[in-house]
């Protein structure tokens, strides 16, 4: 494979064209920090409020929350058998997926509630990695492929193609002489069975998400989020985030999207459904129709029954934060600093946030949380961008992920995989890929004193 010099992750003749650096050749001046006071804050550690759990083992994002009420148990349980309900065995309680599928059951993806990755090797097939798919040249699904490319077929050998993900290494250097190396990936499709994509074909590679402390996002008052966008940059902080604006399928209308990648769903009630219909082909009442052309038009009868929705839907909404860990660590209280230092609370906002009250949810209600998020979009550069709108979201924009819980994802997942692609091979290549509005963010980063990335990177472990 060959290797091609860059620095911060970009060309060193792009940034010729920059006003970053003069002169290229020389390392740019290490960014001293000097004495940050961060203190330890009353209650920062229990980031979901009264709704987080000490758990910070294996189990650590599949707990509920500990002021649930005693009542809500049998329910709780019944949503997790639904979560990890196989829907390929045919059962009398349980439709078949598909006929296209990506996985069988929502486990597949969301391991322990956790994190999905992408391949290990080109020849291990994707699992918890899927391809979104737009029209060539535009927006709106694929004309033969539909919204994704789907690996598999009721009782077929194979489904609509298959995915083959290699990379490419970029060299960088720190401001202190220190290399580093980011991956970036290439994707190549196989075994298509209706043809070519198309060149122009805009297509999103995204791992699964972790799924815990969703009903305390939706739960958030929604003037709280736009409070928080400046889409026009009044402030000139050079950070402009802004709401996607989203159907809710259900109301008819457009509401702030806060759910995926992209913020592309405005609930988690149609989160779960549109799951459902994309990723296991299940219809429910809220998606009667498969999302692939030619697919069967709606029937009266949902293969989803109603109550299990709501089961599904009950589960993943209480499914709880887990406390942070070393909070009053002096390193974690420096990183803390640097955190705030560097600009990352600017989207990944750092301060407590209440939620309102949520009717028949008590456990929910008035919590004052630390998602570590904005839930808004941010432009993220062309070297995170995958050229497919989604809502009012471009092809660069992406929600700010919540960071709570980061620092378990080995732990919990085995893994050390981030982004939205899972490129990022652990914490640091994530902050590194930043680009966009987190450009200045990350050009800070590579002009700190090693300590200082460390101290940081012990902060986010400690999420």
């Known amino acids: 494979m ?37 203190e330890p804050e009353p209650g920062e550690e229990l980031v979901g409020g009264g709704a987080t759990v000490v758990e910070a083992g294996r189990n650590a994002f599949g707990r509920a929350p500990p ?23 045919p059962t009398h309680v349980a439709p078949q997926v598909g006929p296209l599928f990506s996985a069988v059951s929502c486990m597949t993806c969301h391991v322990k509630d956790g994190r999905g990755r992408p391949p290990a090797s080109a020849a291990e097939p994707p699992v918890s990695l899927v391809f ?25 050998p194979r489904g609509e193609g298959r995915a083959e993900v290699t990379y490419e290494e970029l060299d960088g250097e720190f401001a202190t002489g220190e290399p580093f190396t980011l991956l970036r990936p290439r994707y190549r499709f196989t075994d298509l069975s209706g043809g070519p994509l198309g060149a122009d074909v805009p297509f999103s590679p995204r791992v699964a998400p972790a799924n815990f402390g969703l009903g305390l996002l939706e739960a958030l008052p929604e003037e709280t989020l736009l ?3 400046d889409p026009d940059d009044r402030d000139g902080d050079g950070i402009s985030g802004r709401p996607n604006q989203v159907e809710d399928v259900t109301e008819g209308r457009k509401r702030l999207g806060r759910f995926g990648w992209k913020a592309n769903q405005p609930s988690l009630t149609q989160q779960v459904a549109h799951a459902l219909v994309i990723d296991m082909g299940l219809t429910s009442e809220v998606y009667p129709r498969a999302p692939e052309p030619g697919a069967a038009e709606a029937t009266a009868k949902p293969e989803v029954e109603p109550y299990d929705l709501e089961r599904l839907v009950l589960y993943n909404r209480l499914l709880a934060a887990p406390r942070r860990r070393n909070w009053t660590d002096p390193t974690v209280l420096r990183g803390k600093g640097v955190f705030r230092a560097l600009g990352c609370a600017a ?58 819980g980061i620092g378990l994802v080995e732990t919990v997942n085995g893994h050390t995989r981030f982004l939205h692609d899972g490129r990022a091979r652990n914490l640091e290549e994530a902050v590194l890929w930043h680009g966009g509005e987190a450009a200045p963010a990350r050009e800070r980063y590579t002009r700190l004193r090693r300590e200082d990335r460390e101290a940081l990177l012990a902060f986010l472990g400690s999420l």
């Open 67 to 89: 002021n649930m009420p005693r009542e809500k148990w049998p329910e709780f349980h019944l949503g997790k058998r639904v979560f990890d309900r196989d829907w390929s065995e």
């Open 347 to 404: 989207c990944h906002v750092d301060r407590a946030m209440e939620t309102a009250d949520v009717p028949g949810f008590p456990e929910l209600s008035r919590q004052s949380i630390r998602p570590y998020s904005d839930l808004l979009l941010h432009d993220m550069g062309e070297g995170l961008a995958d050229g497919r709108p989604d809502g009012e979201a471009t092809g660069r924009e992406w929600r700010t992920p919540p960071l709570w």
């Open 227 to 229: 409070a928080l966008a």
């Open 132 to 156: 979104q798919l737009g029209a060539p040249g535009g927006t709106g699904p694929h004309p033969e492929y539909g919204k994704q490319l789907d690996a598999h077929r009721l009782g077929a």
């Open 2 to 38: 060959r290797r091609r010099r860059y620095w911060l992750g970009l060309p060193l003749s792009a940034l010729v064209l920059t006003a970053v650096w003069a002169d290229t050749r020389r390392r740019p001046e290490i960014l001293e920090l000097g004495a940050l006071v961060a």
